[in-house]
């Protein structure tokens, strides 16, 4: 793990061209990366700047070795950190205002294929899950979570219609001995969900984005994070968001709108009092999804969703 370098990180950039027209990078403009991973979006944004500047910002650190070297021949620094305190890190660069910021929300290439990271069903491994490699590991929650808890992690992040019957399945199993790998898990889910719903897909897709959600705080991220980095723009600066699920996508949905939203005086009201002013606006009312030559070369970018906002 610690020879990691950008070929063995693999991480093809989903809605690459898209997310650039988005960003609509400036040479001399300073951009940042909250999300970098393998450095595959970063390192197109940093070839288009001269006398600009790219911050990125990864939580894992396999990340961090492949993207810090991909990036080694720009005007990129990569660091540490979670794109949730993007302010924060930004200040201790010398950066207060940025002309665009991304924030890729996908698991990469690598953390799935890696057995050993454990976010994978398809692949036996210690159940970890952790993009910091920090924490308390998908392992942990489930063996000592109780059956409620688990049950509505399963729904909430997962949208699972058989949560309870998983969450029971695992308690009941756990009871012999611990839960420690994937594989052990995978049997588990697909034990309690019935066998008429396992003929078109695997079962096990939902309950494990679940647990990787909670093991990372996701939607606490994301929810701080949106606010953040939109803060953090200039006038005119644009923040671009690829999601890959719908809780996600809702949530980003919602907080973008919350921020193109004018008056807020009770309708019956005759004039406004409120004096609020739209501080954004959607540069596109749909979100962007992939083409059908993008969907061809790169499965993984069927369920991506781009949204991009502009600050006023």
Do not use: W
Not at 152 to 163: A, L, M, P, Q
């Amino acid at each position: 793990m610690d020879k990691i370098n950008s070929a063995e990180f693999s991480h093809v950039p989903v809605l690459l061209n898209e997310t650039l027209d988005g960003l609509d990078v400036k040479p001399e403009g300073v951009y940042i990366d909250g999300t970098c991973g393998g450095g595959g979006h970063s390192e197109q944004i940093a070839k288009r700047l001269t006398a600009g500047r790219l911050l990125g910002i990864d939580r894992d650190p396999d990340a961090i070795k492949a993207a810090s070297e991909r990036l080694s021949a720009y005007s990129a620094k990569v660091v540490s950190g979670n794109y949730s305190d993007i302010a924060e890190i930004a200040a201790a660069e010398g950066i207060s205002a940025a002309d665009g910021i991304l924030l890729d929300l996908g698991v990469s290439s690598h953390q799935l294929d890696a057995a050993e990271r454990g976010f994978s069903y398809r692949l036996d491994a210690p159940l970890d899950m952790r993009m910091s490699q920090e924490g308390e590991t998908a392992a942990d929650l489930v063996n000592s979570l109780s059956k409620e808890e688990l049950s509505r992690i399963f729904f909430e992040y997962g949208e699972e219609k058989f949560s309870k019957k998983i969450a029971a399945e695992i308690i009941r199993r756990r009871e012999t001995r611990p839960i420690e790998t994937t594989g052990e898990l995978a049997e588990i889910i697909g034990c309690a969900v019935p066998a008429k719903f396992k003929r078109d897909k695997n079962p096990c897709k939902k309950t494990f984005q679940a647990l990787r959600i909670a093991v990372n705080n996701e939607f606490e991220h994301l929810d701080k994070g949106l606010d953040a980095a939109f803060e953090l723009l200039k006038s005119g600066g644009r923040l671009c968001v690829i999601t890959f699920h719908s809780l996600e996508d809702r949530i980003v949905k919602q907080r973008f709108a919350s921020f193109c939203k004018g008056c807020i005086c009770p309708p019956d009201f005759p004039q406004c009092v409120c004096g609020r002013t739209p501080r954004g606006k959607l540069i596109n009312k749909k979100p962007i999804e992939a083409s059908e030559r993008e969907l061809a070369e790169n499965n993984r970018s069927k369920s991506a969703k781009l949204r991009i906002i502009e600050k006023l």
